[in-house]
Nanobody, 126 residues
């Protein structure tokens, strides 16, 4: 599967952005999907994940209540709605796909994903 992330940009603190990640290739519904982010000089970390049928979602504590992950299997797209953005949310955001068993520890780890998009930059100004 090929993943293409978009929707990043510059926003003021307290603002909102919606990231999209479009997939092409194999049947989209077989993939669990995740969003990760990497701030300058730091490791890539988990942000959110969603299971194949969209029935379960998972969030990092730092974004819980502010970010929402969703997917549209008919459009082969996963979204990350980001509200109440903070300067510490500034990072390159990556979408990722996993076609193996939906085991929670793997859904929350970079090691659990085989396919990655190219990243989209989100900058939150104070």
């Amino acid at each position: 599967v090929q993943l293409q992330a978009s929707g990043g940009g510059l926003v003021q603190a307290g603002g909102s952005l919606r990231l999209s990640c479009a997939a092409s290739g194999r049947t989209f519904s077989i993939y669990s999907l995740g969003w990760f982010r990497q701030a300058p000089g730091k490791e890539r970390v988990f942000v959110a994940a969603i299971t194949r049928n969209g029935g379960s979602t998972f969030y990092a504590d730092s974004v819980k209540g502010r970010f929402t992950i969703s997917r549209d299997n008919a459009k082969n797209t996963v979204y990350l709605q980001m509200n109440s953005l903070k300067p510490e949310d500034t990072a390159v955001y990556y979408c990722a796909a996993r076609d193996q068993l939906e085991i929670q520890p793997y859904l929350l780890s970079t090691r659990g994903y085989k396919y990655w998009g190219q990243g989209t930059l989100v900058t939150v100004s104070s």
